[in-house]
């Protein structure tokens, strides 16, 4: 696919929109990171990115749709598949059933006639062009989308928040270019109480419709309006219009008013244009404007006379890409020694890191509130490890407005979003993974909440609520708290409304993660017996820890996190299960079946992974030997997986034996094996930004831990990383000492740190940073060495904190 190279010469069309970064001078700054991204990245073979246009956190993402079974985002870069619509509404990387894609539009260069015309998904469908090596003739930059449909036509798109605009060229041989306006095909068929208008004297086509979320049980509205314009010349008065169902366009019909619409399910406009007269201007070019809401078509046609009141299509792009630049600009790094597939993986994956939540302000269906409101949480399970704790390092302010959107939530339905998308709420799945995204902002930034306007009261409130009160339907909403309190783990055997009887092992771990979270706010709030209370709760990971449980074939690997009964007595869960060695291949994902107790992860890699006291398990391990010995096995026996969120950790886990070097080392093979700039190169669904935002810290030499003020260290791909700070106004360097490049295989290199010092002085750790060092602004400098086997240093502090070795300051 033609990327990056045709898009330059696509934007010389809007003159200067920066220079570009000169990768032979040192440290130059990069002043046009969005000409580094390569949207299409994760866009076949299940990755299910979405390539197309959207500002940072945009409502609005509009693209292409196919006919892909894996279009949950609408596209698919594999060529075989065809083009079905042009839609505005988008998630990215997510699972479940393919979300949104609503109202697409859809050029008809040439039907016999009106009548004749191609209305309904399956019989319009059409291959996109393809380029001499296979792959679809689509281009795509932050901001903007193109391709060129096998009917001649080309297509290009950019966004708006909350409206899209659209360019269709057709071919010179056009003399009666149509567009439809689906109404109803959504990404899973499944509307219901379509409407649709027509205004003939302008061509405005309105409607809207109530469609299904995608994973979960709600329903949602959505609407459009959609306004033409021609491009290069005045569009006299609309030739041709009407209203169809299924294949049958009804001339000069202005609605639809069959009282049985609930058996035709396919139901939109078609509009018919005069061909360009402006000879100057050729072949006819039509623009057109959508607007969209969730709230009536009336506010879809005032969002997008508002935000687009001109049709204009470069300034619109233009804006768009100035914004990612800004966005993406934040982080700079020094190009020097490093090949540019790692700078463009490094700024692609920073880019998809901003796609979702996606800011649906002014358009909450569900109450009034002049709170920012925040959809396409997606799931917050995904996102809470990494993507957060990027915002935190580069984007608080936006970081702000979504918990202030995520605590307006919980005011008005209960419970903290947990996988809300479409404007409802969806199937959790690890617990309240909310919790420590709110402690995560509050830990970072409790003193500036207030200027932010995210009320700390508001804040403390929303997260007692989840940690201490049952839900209605704890699959929806959260926990299952009550058992929680009770047992301290979540028993195999207690049933409570909602879910089913699946994923205890898992809960308990994440409950136990929130629960530290939650105390690490408890702290900041000077609330004594809250802190002691939940870092108690916190520890409640080692009652699922059954100390007989070995990996068949592995006596010495013993001890497992392992599913109990309310009575205490232990159930039995192989600890292969859920992984490629399990010999009953069951998998581990939502399903009622699914009663082993885990999810989208083996008990192998459950039993290496508690965050919050790291040191606890390597005890109950036996030590640092047999602690790298399981980690080693996870890896050399597959049981690590890239593809889900609980084995994103494990990587740096060496860390906390004192082995830091075998942790850089390890995270970079997983880079060097996982990703790369390819169509295919993700592990896995992007998961709303989880994978892009790991592999943004795993690029960086740093990993997270969520609701604290540490990152683990390793070394950068870069000689020299820095991130703004917009709220402290600081920007904090990393320099690579000695770097020498990157080993394609990741493995070796000169990249192990030897020794760290912040601001000149030596640093207490090899192995992690505090928040400090990012508040103020520091230079972090890395002494770097080819010897694998450095060590955290000597100090008393050198080991990254965990709770039972005094926990986290
Ligand atoms: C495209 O999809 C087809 C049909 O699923 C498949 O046979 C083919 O291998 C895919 N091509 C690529 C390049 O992935
Ligand atoms: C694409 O659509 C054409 C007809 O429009 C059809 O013949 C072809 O089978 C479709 N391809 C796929 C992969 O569905
Ligand atoms: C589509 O075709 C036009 C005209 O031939 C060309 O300029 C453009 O690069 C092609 N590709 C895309 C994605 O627009
Ligand atoms: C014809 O198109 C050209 C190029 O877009 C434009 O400058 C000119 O104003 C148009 N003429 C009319 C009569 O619309
Ligand atoms: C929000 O306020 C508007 C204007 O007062 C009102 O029409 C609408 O019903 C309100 N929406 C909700 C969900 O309460
Ligand atoms: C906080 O709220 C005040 C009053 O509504 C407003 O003036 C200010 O712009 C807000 N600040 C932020 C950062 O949203
Ligand atoms: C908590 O106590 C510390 C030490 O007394 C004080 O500095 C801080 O302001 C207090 N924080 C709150 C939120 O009361
Ligand atoms: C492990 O086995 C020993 C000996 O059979 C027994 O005493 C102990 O209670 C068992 N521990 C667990 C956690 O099942
Ligand atoms: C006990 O574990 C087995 C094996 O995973 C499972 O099939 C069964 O449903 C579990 N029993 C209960 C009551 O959870
Ligand atoms: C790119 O990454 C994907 C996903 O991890 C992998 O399947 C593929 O082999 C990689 N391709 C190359 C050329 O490295
Ligand atoms: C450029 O970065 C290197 C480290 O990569 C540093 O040593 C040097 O001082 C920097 N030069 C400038 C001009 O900032
Ligand atoms: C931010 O810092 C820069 C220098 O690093 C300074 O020029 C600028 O005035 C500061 N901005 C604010 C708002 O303090």
Known sequence: MTRTFALLSALALLGPVGSYAQTSSANATITDPASYVDVFIGTTNG???????????????????????????????????????????????????????????????????????????????????????????????????????????????????????????????????????????????????????????????????????????????????????????????ISEYGVYIGDEPVKYSTTFTQLYSGFVSEMGALIGFPPSSNTTHQPTTILARVGVSFISSAQACANAESEIPDFDFDGTWQTSRNAWNELLGRVQVDT?????????????SLYRTHIVPADYTGENPNWNSTEPYYDSFYCNWDTYRTLYPLMSLHDPEEFARIVRGMINIQQHEGWLPECRGATVQQYIQGGSNGDPILSEFFVKFH????????????????????????????????????AWKQYNFIPSDIYAAGGAATKQVSRTLEHAFGDFAIAQVS????????????????????????????????????????????????????????????????????????????????PMVYSQYVPQDTARLIEMQGGNESFIKRLDLIFNDNYFDVTDEPSQQIPFMYH????????????????????????????????????????????????????????????PYFPQISFFNPIFNSTTTFKANGFSGNPKDGKGGNVFVKSVTVDGQPWKSNCYLDWDVFTQGSTVELELTDDITVTCGDTADALPPSLSTGGYS
């Open 447 to 482: 003193e500036h909440a207030a200027a932010l306007n995210v009320s700390a009261d508001d804040l403390y409130t929303a997260l007692l609520v989840d940690a201490e009160d049952q839900p209605d339907d704890w699959d929806l909403q959260g926990r299952q708290t009550d």
């Open 656 to 715: 906390y034996a004192n082995r830091p070097g075998l942790s850089t080392q390890r995270s970079r093979e997983i880079i060097s094996r996982f990703y790369n700039t390819t169509v295919s190169g993700l592990p896995g669904n992007d998961d709303s930004g989880a994978m892009g935002s790991y592999a943004v810290f795993y690029l960086a030499g740093m990993y997270p831990l969520p609701a604290t003020r540490q990152f683990l260290l390793a070394s």
């Open 47 to 237: 990755g299910h990115v979405f390539p197309g246009a959207t500002l940072p956190h945009g409502m609005v993402k509009v693209g292409l749709d196919t006919d892909s079974p894996g279009n949950q985002a609408g596209y698919d870069a594999n060529a075989t598949f065809n083009a079905t619509g042009f839609s505005q509404l988008h998630d990215s990387g997510t699972g479940g059933g393919a979300s949104l894609s609503n109202f697409k539009l859809w050029p008809l260069p040439q039907c016999t006639s009106f009548k004749d015309c191609t209305t309904s998904l399956a019989s319009r469908k059409t291959l996109r062009k393809t380029l001499s090596d296979g792959s679809p003739d689509d281009l795509g930059s932050p901001g903007y989308f193109a391709t060129n449909l096998s009917t001649g036509v080309r297509v290009e798109v950019t966004a708006s928040r909350r409206a899209a605009l659209h360019r269709y060229t057709f071919p010179a041989s056009s003399r009666e270019p149509r567009i439809i306006v689906d109404i109803t095909n959504d990404g899973l068929n499944s509307n219901t109480e379509p409407v649709v208008k027509v205004d003939p004297s302008t061509g405005r086509v309105t409607g809207g419709a109530r469609f299904a979320a995608s994973f979960g049980p709600g329903r949602y509205n959505a609407y459009t309006c959609v306004d033409f314009k021609g491009d290069g010349y005045d569009i006299p008065s």
């Open 336 to 348: 020097q020694g490093v090949d540019k597939e790692t700078v463009d993986l490094f700024y692609s």
């Open 523 to 602: 702290k900041l709030l000077n609330k004594t017996d809250d802190f002691t209370k939940y870092s108690q709760r916190a520890t409640n990971f080692v009652n699922v820890w059954n100390a007989n449980i070995s990996l068949p074939g592995h006596p010495d690997i013993k001890g497992m996190m392992q599913p109990r009964f309310a009575s205490g007595q232990w159930n039995y869960t192989d600890p292969r299960h859920c992984s490629v060695n399990d010999p009953t291949q069951s998998t581990c994902y939502l399903d009622a079946t699914n009663t082993d107790g885990f999810y989208e992860s083996s």
